[in-house]
């Protein structure tokens, strides 16, 4: 993992209940078939034993489909008290009946949804997590302070738009989540939270790497990264972009990441939004 220190194979028993509730945020980073990293929100991911975790699919996306062909995912885990949990495990099989799926199907959540439920549930296997954390409040807060007053001449300046202005106006809100992911030197993906992260322009990304030092400070110019954005209402957007390094603005450091691909990973249409896929007329009913 990118940090090496008290990594663990176990979940603590007493931690398991938090996994549990419906309100919390819950991430798992998968590796795509060009060995790229991608971010997906999963609500209903938990622990099922210390050494094993479970998550529920209601609908159909790329996660889905990275871990049948690379097994290899990360994950987090964030409660509304701000604490988490990280790591990477092993996608290991799905399941589309049994204790598990009868459990995610009485939760309120998908028991009294009209429009869908939990029609599969995937098994990964632990391999190593940091145990609980806590988010460094503090640091972040200076850390988008920071970036919010160095981010303007860090603009990259071209004429073409990417994110849409929703996009962009999502990762420039104070109050939305982002999390950064990347693979690491075995394969893989790790997350980061990047809370302070911020579009500079619709075609760039900059962050200040007060909170979370350690852990960007090993990040690497040219390192293809995944970014994720999500509001408090549950709204995302998932973008990929290259990492171009740390650069001095306005005497603050910032992180910059160009943007190269936007994907939309709301149900109930998941899909590319740049580049701009063709639209093919149906022909077949």
């Not at 990118?2 to 938090?18: G, H, Q, S, V, Y």
């Not at 409660?79 to 049994?98: D, I, Q």
């Not at 950064?180 to 619709?202: E, K, R, T, V």
């Not at 990929?240 to 994907?263: A, K, M």
Request: with cysteine; hydrophobic share 40%.
């Amino acid at each position: 993992m990118a940090r090496t220190k008290n990594i663990i194979t176990r979940f603590a028993e007493k931690d398991l209940p938090d996994f549990e509730p419906e309100a919390k945020v819950g991430l798992i980073a998968t590796v795509n078939s060009d060995g790229l990293p991608h971010i997906t929100l999963i609500t209903a991911l938990q622990a099922k034993t210390p050494e094993k975790l479970i998550w529920g699919q209601f609908s159909e996306g790329l996660s889905k489909l990275n871990v049948r062909s690379n097994p290899k995912t990360g994950f987090l885990i964030m409660t509304l008290s701000k604490s988490l949990w990280r790591g990477k495990a092993l996608w290991t099989h799905c399941e589309t009946h049994g204790e598990d799926y009868m459990m995610f199907n009485t939760k309120p959540m998908f028991r009294y949804n009209a429009y869908f439920g939990i029609h599969t549930v995937h098994y990964m296997d632990l391999v190593g997590t940091y145990g609980k954390e806590r988010l460094p409040m503090r640091r972040i807060v200076i850390s988008t302070l920071l970036t919010r007053m160095a981010k303007s001449p860090a603009r990259a300046g071209k004429d073409e738009r990417i994110l849409k202005p929703w996009a962009e106006g999502l990762f420039n809100r104070l109050d939305s989540l982002k999390f950064l992911s990347i693979i690491d030197s075995d394969g893989f993906p790790i997350i980061i939270p990047l809370i302070q992260c911020q579009a500079s322009d619709s075609t760039r990304l900059v962050f200040s790497p007060r909170a979370y030092r350690d852990e960007f400070g090993s990040l690497k110019a040219g390192t293809d990264v995944a970014v994720f954005g999500l509001t408090l209402d549950m709204e995302d957007v998932l973008v990929r972009g290259v990492f171009r390094g740390f650069e001095d603005f306005r005497n603050t450091r910032l992180g910059i990441i160009d943007i190269n691909w936007v994907y939309n990973s709301m149900p109930p249409k998941h899909g590319q939004i740049y580049p701009e896929t063709e639209l093919n007329p149906v022909t077949e009913f």
